[in-house]
């Protein structure tokens, strides 16, 4: 299992994953962004939440995303965020880059293994 | 947004909470539909939530500004802290505003004199002329005079200088303005002023035209001169004011001129006459000069160079070997003082050392003690960073305070500075704190409190909280790693003291040799002072002299004076060398002659200044104008010129003053001219001839006294006042005082590295004993078990000692290695002692182990007082 540290990369990654969730999902709450993450990796990614706030407060002062109050689906009160129009277009940047990353590494390592 | 985030923290705050409370609760029922009991649904959620303060933490870091919000908080909570532990506060401000306040006022020194520009418009571009004599006459003499023929051609072959100026300084005697007065009058071409960038403010400067010899006779005064003679009249100008009995016109004021002009008072134009012009081989002029922008010095150099060898292959009689040198004005006016300051600055330098790391240990120890508190803070979610930015604050706070003492401290140390300063250091009257100071004040305090916090913040920085919990309340452990670093901290404070004691020992001793040399003379109970007699009032050298003999006549008449006589400069102030022609020797070009030193004494100078004689006679009343001319040499000069010869009865021409020979009719003994420090070169041995046979206008009087010489000033001024009215008496000194200024800056240089070498001393000494006795106090328990079980009061004595000095041995181990390797940039100040010199390094060495021992003999006595009752009971 990975766990997700406080570096640059994991966080930019971890960014990155919580768009794409947003995307997905549309409006959504902290808890399920973070049960979401963990669905879609397999159970392989277990998020500390710890860091996963100060990650959508990030994501909120870029400007990505936005956040109100509402209710959950069994009467909760939570805090539920949602995609801006530039956090859109991060997603398409973000993706595009991250794309390009791994296939270099992929070369990279498939490379470095001959 | 981010700063916004800074302020409106409450409300955020509250949302957070709320934020990760609903969290939670969405697990716990995520949970329980997966079918846990309440609390292992609830114990999960938390623990996958992981740590809510961790998180809130984390949260707020990204909030804010984390670094400005957690800054400000760090120094409010530093200074909190500070204020709880007033003791531990005073002591750190004190140790560091002790270290800062040295620094602060040396570097204002050295801010004023060394880093400062000249306060001269484009003072980058000013440099002063010299030539550089030829060392077969001019032996160890790096730079000469000027003469003014060469000037003369200097100037009409370089293009290296925007404009060039030659003066020459003397006293005149201003009369018919109050009391009659020597001034200061500076002889200069037109140039001069325009060069420094100095504009009249009243009337006109010097036309071009005025460096020849011609037109009225005109004068500038200088302004502070003016408001003080003249009350700041401007009716002055136009008017004539009597200088050496000649009227000269006031055509305008100048502004008071700083750096190496601060004591002129009249300017008069250079009014050379067509002999001065052609003079070439009489060196008596100053030079400076602006560069031409663009050009540099080593340009100017190479330009001048080419025309000293052009003039040397065109004058080979006057010029062979005789070049030009070119030096920065700053650089020329700072000299030799440069280097005694860069080793005061270098030496306040380890004292702030010493006192950062005397800091450091304090700092180590109470954060020791407070282990509990910061591993608590650790576990309650405090980022390990945080704790050390914490410890740091808490470290700048107390620079700062140190920083503020130290300031106070050198602003008024500055002042005392300045006036032990003074006879030695140029420009210091320009020496004053700025904000180039209060800059440098700002950054060595805050640099110094973190270095200083550096220490226990990286100790911190490795230790395991769990470990700190364990060991409970005021039971540190003293075997752990921070002995360590407090015992590299106590080699560094040893090593540091160390080093400035050996600094200070050698220039002690090089002082001590000093004033050992022998100067060949007396200088006990004898008063000096210079009387400038007026060449308009007194035209002969006949009636210079009458007025001399009857001024000494007096003098020897004043209750108290045991003898007195003249001469034209006093030994270890310089004076006149001279080409010389001898007996026996082949007639040879002027400036292949061999060079001695000149002086001419009135008879009974030997016999007051106790002056010994070899051989021979002194000169009489007899030895007058117009009689045989006679001449008194040293030994040296007897040795040198007549090897192994009766040298009485032979003769020697003084070809610069006359053609006829001189017949030597004594040898005395050899006297310091020069200075204390020069080993005679050839150009240093003596020839003495009778003031009464050669023209001057100008002596020292010297007198012997029975009692304190410095009480006869009042009596010789009225005596000299009794027989001219009109004529005054200048630089009175005992010639105690003519050696002690011989000295220069040394005595201070002295004087202040050992107070900085005491005051490292004293730090590491404190070092010392605080480290030992944290350490006893840690092994209190372990003590008092060994004395329950019988161990004898010595042995445990002896083992706290032996403990003790070892990092005080280490220290002083490795000082003795760096203070070998440093003390090469104190070597111009060395005299009579070699830089490595045993005695020195063996004594400081001993010193620093003595005070070891005593700062470790206290604390080490005090635990063996514990009671093992007490102590075992306490647990």
């Not at chain 2, 954060?367 to 704790?387: F, K, N, P, Y």
């Not at chain 2, 106090?777 to 004595?797: N, S, T």
């Amino acid at each position: 299992m990975t766990q997700f540290e406080k570096n640059a990369v994991w966080q930019g990654t971890l960014s990155l994953m919580v768009l794409r969730t947003l995307l997905t999902m549309g409006e959504q709450h902290g808890y399920g962004i973070a049960r979401r993450i963990e669905q879609t990796s397999l159970g392989k990614l277990t998020i500390n939440y710890g860091t996963l706030y100060p990650a959508l407060l990030k994501l909120e002062q870029e400007g990505l995303i936005s956040s109100e109050w509402g209710v959950s689906d069994n009467n909760r009160k939570a805090k539920f965020y949602k995609l801006t129009k530039a956090g859109r277009k991060q997603i398409e940047r973000d993706t595009k880059q991250w794309e390009e990353t791994s296939a270099i590494m992929t070369r990279f390592l498939a490379g470095s293994e001959e | 947004m981010r700063l916004l985030g800074a302020f409106g923290s409450k409300k955020s705050e509250r949302e957070l909470s709320a934020e990760i409370e609903s969290h939670l609760q969405m697990h716990v029922d995520d949970n329980l539909r997966a079918g846990m009991t309440p609390a292992e649904a609830r114990r999960r959620a938390v623990i996958a939530l992981g740590s809510v303060e961790g998180t809130k933490e984390a949260y707020r870091d990204r909030r804010g500004l984390p670094a400005i919000e957690s800054l400000v908080r760090d120094v409010r909570y530093g200074i909190r802290t500070l204020v709880k532990s007033p003791g531990f506060a005073v002591a750190g401000i004190v140790i560091l505003g002790l270290g800062i306040g040295v620094n602060t006022a040396i570097f204002t020194v050295v801010n004023a004199v060394v880093l400062r520009p000249l306060p001269f418009a484009d003072a980058d571009r000013i440099v002063r002329l010299w030539h550089t004599p030829p060392q077969s006459t001019f032996a160890g003499m790096d730079v000469f005079p000027l003469s003014p023929a060469n000037f003369i051609d200097w100037e009409a072959q370089s293009d290296v200088f925007e404009r060039m100026a030659i003066y020459r300084g003397g006293r005149w005697t201003l009369t018919g303005q109050g009391e009659p007065d020597a001034v200061v009058v500076y002889r200069g071409s037109a140039a001069l002023l325009p060069i420094l960038g100095v504009q009249p403010m009243l009337g006109r400067g010097f036309a071009r035209s005025e460096d020849n010899e011609g037109g009225p006779r005109t004068a500038l005064l200088v302004n502070s001169f003016w408001r003080t003679r003249f009350g700041g009249d401007q009716s002055v100008i136009g008017r004539t004011i009597t200088l050496d009995r000649r009227p000269y016109t006031v055509i305008g004021i100048v502004p008071d001129l700083p750096a190496f002009m601060e004591n002129v008072n009249v300017f008069v134009p250079l009014s050379w006459t067509p002999r001065e012009r052609a003079t070439r081989a009489n060196h008596n002029y100053r030079g400076i000069a602006k560069l031409k922008p663009g050009i540099d010095v080593v340009r100017a150099n190479a330009d001048m160079t080419a025309i000293s060898k052009r003039l040397e292959a065109q004058y080979p009689e006057d010029n062979k070997d005789w070049g030009a040198l070119v030096r920065p004005l700053q650089e020329d006016m700072i000299g030799d003082v440069r280097s005694s300051l860069m080793v005061l600055l270098g030496s306040v330098a380890l004292v702030l050392l010493v006192a950062c790391a005397n800091l450091a240990n304090l700092m180590l120890v109470r954060t020791h003690g407070r282990a509990r508190e910061i591993a608590v803070r650790g576990a309650l979610g405090a980022s390990r960073l945080r704790v050390v930015q914490q410890l740091l604050a808490e470290g700048a706070v107390l620079g700062i305070g140190g920083g503020a003492v130290g300031f106070a401290a050198a602003y008024f140390g500055v002042g005392l500075l300045k006036t032990a300063f003074a006879a030695a250091l140029p420009r210091a009257n320009e020496v004053a704190v700025d904000t180039g100071v209060l800059g440098f004040t700002a950054a060595i305090a805050v640099t110094a409190g973190l270095v200083a916090a550096f220490f226990p913040a990286w100790q911190l920085s490795g230790r395991d909280a769990n470990e700190a919990l364990k060991i409970g309340p005021g039971r540190g452990n003293s075997a752990g790693g921070d002995g360590k670093v407090r015992n590299v901290l106590v080699v560094s404070e040893v090593a540091l003291a160390l080093m400035l004691l050996v600094g200070a020992g050698l220039l002690m001793r090089s002082l001590t040799s000093l004033r050992g040399v022998n100067p060949g003379f007396d200088a006990s109970h004898v008063w000096t002072g210079t009387l400038q007699v007026p060449e308009a009032k007194y035209q002969t050298p006949e009636m210079r002299n009458q007025f001399f003999d009857r001024v000494a006549q007096r003098v020897r008449a004043l209750p108290g004076v045991e003898s007195a006589a003249w001469i034209d400069n006093v030994p270890l102030q310089g004076g006149s060398t001279q080409y010389v022609a001898v007996e026996g020797q082949p007639a040879m070009k002027e400036s292949e002659m061999p060079v001695v030193a000149v002086r001419l004494p009135s008879p009974g100078y030997f016999t007051t200044a106790k002056i010994p004689f070899v051989s021979g006679r002194d000169f009489t009343e007899a030895d007058g104008f117009g009689t045989t001319r006679v001449m008194i040499v040293s030994e040296k000069t007897a040795e040198r010129f007549f090897p192994g010869q009766d040298p009485i009865g032979r003769h020697i021409t003084l070809t610069m003053m006359t053609k006829e020979p001189s017949e030597i009719v004594g040898v005395v003994r050899e006297v310091k001219l020069g200075s204390l420090d020069a080993s005679a070169a050839d150009s240093e041995t003596a020839v003495y001839a009778p003031a009464a046979q050669f023209a001057h206008n100008g002596s020292t009087l010297v007198a012997r006294t029975t009692a304190d010489p410095s009480l006869l000033t009042r009596s010789v001024v009225a005596a000299v006042r009794a027989i001219d009215p009109e004529q005054p008496v200048l630089n009175v000194q005992t010639l105690d005082e003519v050696v002690e200024e011989s000295l220069g800056q040394r005595p201070l240089a002295m004087l202040l590295l050992s107070a900085f070498a005491a005051l490292a001393l004293l730090l590491a000494t404190v070092g010392i004993y605080s480290v030992l006795a944290y350490t006893v106090r840690q092994r209190v328990r372990e003590i008092g078990i060994r004395m329950a079980l019988g161990a004898p009061v010595k042995g445990l004595l002896g083992m706290i000692v032996v403990e003790g000095l070892k990092p005080t041995l280490a220290g002083v181990g490795l000082g003795l290695v760096m203070a070998a390797a440093l003390v090469r940039v104190m070597e111009t100040l060395l005299f009579g002692v070699s830089r490595y010199d045993p005695g020195t390094f063996s004594v400081v060495a001993l010193l620093m182990l003595a005070v070891g021992i005593v700062a470790t003999l206290v604390p080490a006595y005090r635990a063996t007082r514990v009671d093992p009752i007490v102590t075992l009971r306490s647990e």
